[in-house]
Each structure stands twice: as structure tokens, then as C-alpha cells.
């Protein structure tokens, strides 16, 4: 066990949804990454979060968005989904904001969209 | 921008037999690597990572790295696989304060 909690761990959606998912980092982490994964490909990341700001962002249009809060966990927002939205999100948090530490990862949340 | 190649898609080997994944990744800066695994229905976890010193890293459940440089390459060795170790393998870099890219994995099946 990670302590990386996330929710929904699947929705199914239409074309044109909006999604919203959830994370809960491990207690004392302040940074949290946001991935995709299709299937049979490796994670993309997609950005994160430091201090309730992002703090980095991948190439993913302006439809993918995300919050964190105050205790540090976070939301992914995805608008308008499309087909290829089909993917596991994983949520990855870390005690640093440098990127050369250890990643904790979620289970993953499976959208379908239909 | 780093990238990371994964050279197999699919291994299959028998319990006992060694283990070599292929990672190559393409910066011609200084990077730090990574291998994770993806056991059955469970979350990625780190397996081991370099960041500067000796290329010869050692992981968790006996696992290996070594980086060589001159050959842009951070492949994944064990001696002598066992079931337990059947998962998907992830390679991944960054550089610096960047982001970790990843491969596309190497899918590992142990038989006995």
C-alpha cells in the first residue's frame, strides 16, 4: 500500500462529459502528479501540483485541468471528453517538488467513454 | 526532450532462467533513471533508480540496473527469475526538475 488513494477506480462516460477524479496523497507528501496511461502504453504525464499551484504541465489541451487543495490532495477535470480519453489516470505523489525522488502511485482510475 | 525506449514488448521465460529488459532513452544530458513494476492488479512502485555514481544499481527482490552511458542504455537484469515476478516492467527518465517520462513497458510472464 501506497497510503495514494484515488476515486472512482472506474467510470463509464459519453463523448462530450465532463469527468472529475480524485486523489488523496500519503500523508506528508505536497506534490502531486497527474499520468495517463492507455492501453498498452507506458504513463504520460499530464502535470502537477505543488502548494496548490501547477507546477508543470505536459501535452494535454486546456480540457484536462486540476486542482489541489490545502491538504494536499487533488482533482483531475477532464471537459468534453472524447473517445481517446479512454485511459487508466494515475495520481503519483512525492515529499519533493524536484522530480528526482520516488513517485507514489494510485491504483488508477479507468474512464471508459462511450 | 527525454525519451525512453522499451525493446520488448512481450518476454516469456521459465522460473530459474535470467532476465534482461531492454531500456535505452534519448538526452544527451545528465539524466536520472528508473525502473517500476506493475505487479498484477496492483499500483506501480519503484523497483530502482540512478542517479549519479556506481552504473551498477541494485534494487528490491534481487533485481539490477546498469547504466551505461555511452550507450544511452539502463537495462533491468536478474539472475534467476521466479513466478512472483511476473508484472510489466517500466523504464523512465528525467533530467533535472523535469517530469518522468516513461516507456511503453515490457510485459513479463514467468512459467514454471
Known amino acids: 500500500e501506497t497510503g495514494v488513494t484515488q476515486s472512482p477506480t472506474h467510470l463509464i462516460k459519453t463523448r462530450g462529459q465532463q469527468v472529475t477524479l480524485r486523489c488523496s496523497s500519503q500523508?506528508?507528501?505536497?506534490?502531486v502528479s497527474w499520468y495517463q496511461q492507455a492501453l498498452g502504453q507506458g504513463p504520460q504525464f499530464i502535470f502537477q501540483y505543488y502548494r496548490e499551484e501547477e507546477n508543470g504541465r505536459g501535452n494535454f489541451p486546456p480540457r484536462f485541468s486540476g486542482l489541489q487543495f490545502p491538504n494536499y490532495s487533488s482533482e483531475l477535470n477532464v471537459n468534453a471528453l472524447e473517445l481517446d480519453d479512454s485511459a487508466l489516470y494515475l495520481c503519483a505523489s512525492s515529499f519533493t517538488v524536484a522530480n528526482t525522488g520516488e513517485l507514489f502511485f494510485g491504483e488508477g482510475s479507468r474512464l471508459t467513454v462511450l | 526532450a527525454q525519451s525512453v525506449s522499451q525493446h520488448n514488448h512481450h518476454v516469456i521465460l521459465s522460473e530459474a532462467a535470467s532476465l534482461e529488459l531492454g531500456c535505452n532513452y534519448s538526452y544527451g544530458g545528465t539524466v536520472n533513471l528508473f525502473w517500476y513494476v506493475q505487479y498484477p492488479g496492483q499500483h506501480l512502485q519503484l523497483l530502482l533508480k540512478y542517479f549519479s555514481g556506481d552504473p551498477l544499481v541494485k534494487g528490491i527482490k534481487g533485481f539490477e540496473a546498469e547504466f551505461i552511458k555511452s550507450k544511452f542504455s539502463f537495462n533491468l537484469r536478474k539472475p534467476s527469475v521466479q513466478w512472483s515476478d511476473t508484472a510489466e516492467y517500466f523504464c523512465a527518465v528525467n533530467a533535472g526538475n523535469t517530469p518522468l517520462v516513461f516507456g511503453k513497458g515490457t510485459r513479463l510472464s514467468v512459467i514454471a
Open positions: 500523508s506528508g507528501h505536497n506534490t
